[in-house]
């Protein structure tokens, strides 16, 4: 199970950059989501309830064959999953289909919820000696029919094909190790606003993206010091096209063709058994172009008449033309201190990390005949620049094993996390303003502020009276918009999660029941205003979800859940807006009212 672990450590990570690893996001993501992954635990995807239910339970089985059916509400998943290990490979395979379906809020309001999703994943590794491994893993996630109650348009196919091919040459502790990988993504997606709902105009766009990455590092130890060596090249093309009636008449992204180059350098130096000295470096080189940024589409409904094309609304807002490229560049570097005794940890360090800007951010240019609906991105946009730090401290007692394990007495673990970071040039979404663009009409736009973003973590897991096992966990978040004195759009609220657990042994296997409270405190900071900001947040007040849940297993071969979610069937609403298409707009959709969750595992 080691190399399996290791394995889906791999395809979470597209670099081999241990230290300079930190992900960071934009502010605000649009993206389908997330790719389910073989060996990870699955809970129904809902962008309207960011509800975590998916750690609950420890209900998954660890056998050759496993198959896996649930029910939330009245959505539906399927599973089969296989898996084996000998002495000189080892394989995975996996599929996958779920059935999403609308539901109701607490109020009694149905809300048009819906997807149909289809995963296969493969995955074969050969390690003929202990010098050498190999992987190879196939994943494909297609998503139909994704009905978005918040939107107009709906995404209905979307298409990520993954392969990715790594070798290993020399230690496995990677004290004299060369690892070489590449990854090729396929991405398509198709919306319109008219499959899955009525509209006077057809509209539908389709988006094309395909990139390619390979890595290549070194690492070797000398005594108490080792270094990786590390060189990654990414290539990706974009391109996105809208239709109205079955004519072309924009290039949401006008065929963008990106090459990334990264060299890196990490180190560290064992003090001791316990504690270590890190620290690295970073180069990223970034060269963008676009070839129909200039492109003429004939509009057939005015003579001699073009529709705007990218240069047309990047001079109109921006007040000059792209020539086609663009090239930056970005230097990070980290240092920081761990400690690890096995009972207690800590971490600190600090980083200069920078993010290029994303394609959404730097190339869209889509026009509307409503003013604020009109989205036009700036492609001389600068790369993010963060000064991270971090701290990262954790006591446990030695009774403590894991959640629900402790010998003898009583266990706990208490870790607090703390995180600030300043940025310069933070990429955020605004409305064009006299202030900001060259044209003042409320089109969405993008552009650099100054900004620091806070947050903080307090958790704590016990164990008491042998059975018993509690979990609770404070997360503060926190961002302002220094630049012009404003609150960041999208900052979570402060929020409290608590769990109890109770679990014990019988003769044929063991049994757990618990409940799980989330509560989100109101939130009264954010970008409320299209006046003044860019308006996607709203005052919401807070809100407490109830969850109860149980899960019995016998002999590790069979697993039944079963859980009410919403027990107290609360009426409530996220802050954090819906992801899956890129809406500046926020509408009110409820997550569901009570609701039953069950689930049956076998594992042969």
Same mark, same amino acid.
């Given at each position: 199970?080691?190399? /399996?672990?290791?394995?889906?450590?791999?395809?979470?990570?597209?670099?081999?950059?241990?230290?300079?690893?930190?992900?960071?996001?934009?502010?605000?993501? #649009?993206?389908?989501?997330?790719?389910?992954?073989?060996?990870?635990?699955?809970?129904?995807?809902?962008?309207?309830?960011?509800?975590?239910?998916?750690?609950?339970?420890?209900?998954?089985?660890?056998?050759?064959?496993?198959?896996?059916?649930?029910?939330?509400?009245?959505?539906?998943?399927?599973?089969?999953?296989?898996?084996?290990?000998?002495?000189?490979?080892?394989?995975?395979?996996?599929?996958?289909?779920?059935?999403?379906?609308?539901?109701?809020?607490?109020?009694?309001?149905?809300?048009?919820?819906?997807?149909?999703?289809?995963?296969?994943?493969?995955?074969?590794?050969?390690?003929?000696?202990? =010098?050498?491994?190999?992987?190879?893993?196939?994943?494909?996630?297609?998503?139909?029919?994704?009905?978005?109650?918040?939107?107009?348009?709906?995404?209905?196919?979307?298409?990520?094909?993954?392969?990715?091919?790594?070798?290993? =040459?020399?230690?496995?502790? /990677?004290?004299?190790?060369?690892?070489?990988?590449?990854?090729?993504?396929?991405?398509?997606?198709? &919306?319109?606003?008219?499959?899955?709902?009525?509209?006077?105009?057809?509209?539908?766009?389709?988006?094309?993206?395909?990139?390619?990455?390979?890595?290549?590092?070194? !690492?070797?130890?000398?005594?108490?010091?080792?270094?990786?060596?590390?060189?990654?090249?990414?290539?990706?093309?974009?391109?996105?096209?809208?239709?109205?009636?079955?004519?072309?008449?924009?290039?949401?992204?006008?065929?963008?063709?990106?090459?990334?180059?990264?060299?890196?350098?990490?180190?560290?130096?064992? $003090?001791?058994?316990?504690?270590? $000295?890190?620290?690295?470096?970073?180069?990223?080189?970034?060269?963008?172009?676009?070839?129909?940024?200039?492109?003429?589409?004939?509009?057939?409904?005015?003579?001699? &008449?073009?529709?705007?094309?990218?240069?047309?609304?990047?001079?109109?807002?921006?007040?000059?033309?792209?020539?086609?490229?663009?090239?930056?560049?970005?230097?990070?570097?980290?240092?920081?201190?761990?400690?690890?005794?096995?009972?207690?940890?800590?971490?600190?360090?600090?980083?200069? /990390?920078?993010?290029?800007?994303?394609?959404?951010?730097?190339?869209?240019?889509?026009?509307?005949?409503?003013?604020?609906?009109?989205?036009?991105?700036?492609?001389?946009?600068?790369?993010?620049?963060?000064?991270?730090?971090?701290?990262?401290?954790?006591?446990?007692?030695?009774?403590?094993?894991?959640?629900?394990?402790?010998?003898?007495?009583?266990?706990?673990?208490?870790?607090?996390?703390?995180?600030?970071?300043?940025?310069?040039?933070?990429?955020?979404? !605004?409305?064009?303003?006299?202030?900001?663009?060259?044209?003042?009409?409320?089109?969405?736009?993008?552009?650099?502020?100054?900004?620091?973003? #806070?947050?903080?973590?307090?958790?704590?897991?016990?164990?008491?009276?042998?059975? #018993?096992?509690?979990?609770? &966990?404070?997360?503060?978040?926190?961002?302002?918009?220094?630049?012009?004195?404003? &609150?960041?759009?999208?900052?979570?609220?402060?929020?409290?999660?608590?769990?109890?657990?109770?679990?014990?042994?019988?003769?044929?296997?063991?049994? $757990?029941?618990?409940?799980?409270?989330?509560?989100?405190?109101?939130?009264?900071?954010?970008?409320?205003?299209?006046?003044?900001?860019?308006?996607?947040?709203?005052?919401?007040?807070?809100?407490?979800? =109830?969850?109860?849940?149980?899960?019995?297993?016998?002999? !590790?071969?069979?697993?039944?859940?079963?859980?009410?979610?919403?027990?107290?069937?609360?009426?409530?609403?996220?802050?954090?807006?819906?992801?899956?298409?890129?809406?500046?707009?926020?509408?009110?959709?409820?997550?569901?009212?009570?609701?039953?969750?069950?689930? #049956?595992?076998?594992?042969?």
């Amino acid at each position: 199970m080691k190399k /399996l672990s290791l394995l889906c450590l791999f395809i979470a990570s597209l670099k081999a950059d241990v230290i300079l690893n930190e992900t960071i996001n934009p502010l605000k993501t #649009f993206s389908p989501p997330p790719l389910i992954k073989p060996l990870d635990k699955y809970y129904l995807e809902n962008q309207y309830d960011l509800t975590n239910r998916v750690n609950y339970l420890d209900d998954e089985l660890n056998k050759t064959y496993n198959f896996t059916t649930a029910l939330f509400h009245n959505s539906f998943y399927n599973s089969f999953l296989f898996k084996t290990k000998e002495a000189k490979y080892y394989s995975i395979f996996n599929i996958a289909n779920t059935k999403a379906n609308s539901y109701k809020d607490a109020g009694g309001k149905k809300i048009d919820f819906a997807y149909k999703r289809f995963n296969l994943a493969a995955i074969l590794g050969f390690t003929p000696n202990e =010098l050498n491994d190999t992987k190879f893993v196939f994943l494909q996630d297609d998503i139909k029919d994704d009905k978005q109650a918040h939107y107009q348009m709906d995404p209905v196919k979307t298409t990520r094909t993954i392969y990715m091919l790594s070798h290993r =040459l020399g230690q496995s502790d /990677l004290s004299n190790t060369l690892n070489i990988s590449f990854k090729y993504i396929d991405f398509l997606r198709k &919306a319109n606003n008219y499959k899955l709902r009525t509209a006077m105009q057809k509209m539908r766009m389709q988006v094309d993206k395909n990139s390619f990455n390979t890595n290549i590092s070194y !690492d070797k130890d000398f005594n108490n010091f080792h270094t990786q060596l590390g060189l990654s090249y990414f290539y990706d093309t974009h391109i996105a096209k809208r239709f109205a009636n079955d004519i072309l008449n924009a290039y949401k992204y006008p065929d963008v063709k990106t090459n990334e180059y990264v060299f890196y350098i990490n180190n560290y130096y064992k $003090i001791s058994d316990f504690s270590k $000295i890190n620290f690295a470096l970073n180069y990223t080189k970034n060269i963008a172009k676009t070839t129909k940024q200039d492109i003429k589409l004939s509009n057939p409904s005015a003579k001699s &008449a073009f529709f705007p094309n990218s240069n047309n609304l990047w001079q109109m807002y921006y007040a000059k033309t792209f020539n086609g490229k663009i090239t930056q560049n970005a230097l990070n570097y980290a240092v920081g201190y761990e400690y690890d005794d096995g009972l207690n940890k800590a971490l600190i360090d600090y980083k200069r /990390l920078s993010r290029m800007p994303n394609n959404l951010e730097r190339f869209t240019s889509i026009f509307a005949p409503i003013s604020t609906n009109i989205n036009v991105s700036n492609p001389f946009i600068k790369p993010e620049i963060h000064n991270l730090i971090k701290l990262d401290f954790a006591f446990k007692n030695e009774a403590y094993k894991d959640y629900l394990n402790s010998l003898f007495e009583n266990g706990y673990l208490i870790n607090a996390k703390i995180s600030f970071d300043k940025v310069q040039d933070l990429i955020i979404f !605004d409305r064009a303003r006299a202030n900001n663009s060259n044209k003042g009409d409320g089109a969405v736009i993008s552009r650099n502020v100054n900004a620091y973003l #806070f947050s903080s973590k307090l958790s704590l897991n016990y164990n008491f009276l042998n059975h #018993f096992g509690t979990k609770i &966990a404070l997360t503060c978040n926190y961002g302002q918009n220094t630049s012009d004195k404003r &609150a960041l759009y999208q900052i979570r609220p402060f929020e409290i999660n608590a769990k109890i657990d109770y679990k014990n042994y019988f003769s044929n296997g063991l049994y $757990i029941i618990g409940a799980a409270y989330r509560y989100a405190f109101s939130q009264n900071r954010g970008d409320f205003e299209k006046s003044n900001g860019l308006g996607i947040d709203k005052k919401l007040g807070g809100f407490g979800v =109830l969850d109860l849940y149980s899960n019995i297993k016998f002999k !590790d071969t069979f697993s039944i859940t079963f859980a009410i979610n919403n027990l107290l069937n609360k009426k409530y609403q996220e802050f954090i807006s819906p992801y899956h298409v890129e809406s500046f707009e926020y509408l009110n959709i409820n997550a569901p009212a009570r609701a039953i969750y069950a689930k #049956f595992n076998a594992s042969f």
